[in-house]
């Protein structure tokens, strides 16, 4: 939508982003919890069930999940009060430290802040506040935390690509986004993509190009769009993500033998894919058959 048309847009789609917007930022707090917690909870669970197998004592036995304990200094372990939790705000309020400690306080967490909170007026905007923008934003919120918990830990939980898989062919069953024969033959050629070329680069060099959690996102995004959004997914995916890895390896000195996580840029085009992907899938099918 371009910038004049903005400009002269009903007040009342303006008045429901920004609404959008302030809900994401709100959102995006949550957020950072999910991508610093549930990592955790996973390497906790593992850790007790290894050791249960072997009849060993548990190695964890307090109360660990998104809630509880509330959140609190790394540092200090002062624990964060409501005056010091409001998104963006408190981080800039602390001055990006720890009121009691004053401790360093990662800038990621208001980016992710302000992350959800842009993208979800954009998401609003775009789809509106009905069935498929809401649905949209769990869409959203989904993509943004295994993001980050990708980029963390180069691992995509079944907590979360499992949920939007189920939920995209759910939101497909009355046609939301597309018919539901396609969501469902999205999802299986969405899984099967990617799973044959991790068979192909594996057999043709010995090492692992992809994880596993890789298919199952692709196939989540296949889903919620379709089989025909597939190519232009991997498409645009795959260019992003050749741009970032040489950027990484030019700027970063990040050496070619280091993993880069293909997830994030998977969630990227699955994003962009699910709000311009009229266009874009035009081009792709220009690009493959000019």
Known sequence: MSESTLLFAPAGVLAISLIAGLFGLLFGSFLNVVIH???IMMQRESDNYVAAE????LPHTTRYN?????????????????????????????????????????????????????LSALV????????????ALFFLYSLIAMTFIDADTQLLPDDLTFPLLWAGLLMNVNGTFVPLQDAVI????????????????????????MGYGDFKLLAALGAW??????????L????????????????????????IPFGPYLAAAGLIALLYGGPLSAFTMNVVHP
């Open 37 to 39: 917690r549930l990592p």
């Open 54 to 57: 072997s009849d060993q004592p």
């Open 66 to 118: 998104l809630v509880v304990p509330r959140s609190a200094c790394p540092h200090c372990k002062h624990q964060i009060t409501a005056a010091e939790n409001i998104p963006v705000v408190s981080w800039l309020v602390l001055r990006g430290k720890c009121s009691n400690c004053k401790a360093p306080i990662s800038a990621r967490y208001p980016a992710v802040e302000l992350l959800t909170g842009v």
């Open 124 to 135: 609003v905007w775009k789809l509106g506040s009905g069935w498929a923008g809401l649905s």
């Open 186 to 209: 999205g999802a299986a050629a969405g899984y099967l993509a990617l799973w044959t070329i991790y068979w192909l680069f594996k057999l043709a060099t010995g090492k692992e190009g």
């Open 225 to 234: 769009m379709g089989w025909a959004m597939l190519p232009t997914i991997i």
């Open 236 to 259: 645009l995916s795959s260019v992003v993500g050749a741009v970032v890895g040489m950027a990484l390896i030019v700027f970063a000195k990040r050496g070619r033998n280091n993993p």
